[in-house]
């Protein structure tokens, strides 16, 4: 429910490092341990030495292979805001400790080549959002295995059509396809979603089913969920953000 990372003060995070007993000798007097500290970044190292049974204990906010200061350096690029305005925002939150300026631009140069790589890809996905598709579908899948199936089950199927007519040379005009939706090509996905969602409800609901829902920068799709009691999270899918590049 906390999420994968939270923000804590500086005060509380040695502090509750300090009360922690000795993983060793189980001494719980503050006094009797030395302590050192290193910073690199956003990140802290926090060295416990117990002066009882000399047990050496290393506390830190980060966890092997993270790196919060490089992450931020790709927030950046990702919000497409400078490093000036990045640093206004963390000072308000009292974190003023932060990368200096080379550091910075170190690191967001570390994400470049990865990004170069999927420029390609990219362009070809932004055209593909903005094209006027006549049809798209989505499925619900189980992702589970199951005995006797080779595959994991299609649960919910949904197909969203334009209308398709034409014109003959007399000027008249016949449908081919009726179809089921009418708005933008943009707001398919939208549409698909909400469409295989109202399929389960009911089963969601009986069962007391809660989903967890990626989606991308659509705002209209996040504010229709958020109504729907079977959702209880929605998380955010910046991939869509390499359409920027």
């Given at each position: 429910q906390l999420g994968s990372t939270i923000l804590v003060s500086t005060n509380i995070f040695l502090e509750l490092i300090l009360n922690q007993p000795c993983?060793?000798?189980?001494?719980?007097?503050?006094s009797n341990r030395k302590t050192k500290i290193r910073t690199d970044g956003l990140g802290i190292c926090v060295t416990s030495i117990c002066m009882v049974c000399s047990d050496e204990s290393e506390y830190s906010n980060e966890r092997p292979?993270?790196?919060?200061?490089?992450?931020?350096?790709?927030?950046?690029?990702?919000?497409?805001?400078?490093?000036?305005?990045?640093?206004?925002?963390?000072?308000?939150?009292?974190i003023t400790?932060?990368?200096?300026?080379?550091?910075?631009?170190?690191?967001?140069?570390?994400f470049f080549q990865s990004l170069y790589q999927a420029a390609n890809t990219s362009a070809e996905n932004a055209l593909s959002h903005v094209r006027e598709a006549s049809q798209a579908s989505g499925e619900f899948i189980f992702n589970e295995e199951l005995k006797s199936y080779?595959?994991?089950?299609?649960?919910?199927?949904?197909?969203?059509?334009?209308k398709r007519e034409y014109k003959t040379k007399d000027g008249k005009i016949i449908t081919i396809q009726e179809g089921?939706?009418?708005?933008?090509?943009?707001?398919?996905?939208?549409?698909?979603?909400?469409?295989?969602?109202?399929?389960?409800l009911t089963v969601l609901e009986n069962y007391n089913i809660k989903l967890n829902v990626r989606v991308n920068g659509d705002l209209s799709t996040n504010r229709t969920?958020?109504?729907?009691?079977?959702v209880n999270q929605i998380f955010a899918d910046l991939k869509y953000k390499a359409k920027i590049v």
């Open positions: 993983v060793t000798c189980y001494d719980i007097n503050p292979g993270d790196n919060f200061s490089k992450c931020l350096a790709g927030a950046g690029l990702v919000g497409g805001i400078n490093k000036e305005e990045l640093q206004s925002m963390l000072a308000l939150l009292e400790r932060q990368s200096g300026h080379q550091q910075y631009f170190d690191k967001q140069g570390e080779g595959h994991h089950p299609v649960l919910v199927y949904h197909v969203v059509e334009k089921n939706y009418d708005s933008s090509s943009q707001q398919m996905e939208h549409a698909i979603l909400i469409a295989i969602i109202e399929k389960v969920l958020a109504l729907l009691n079977v």
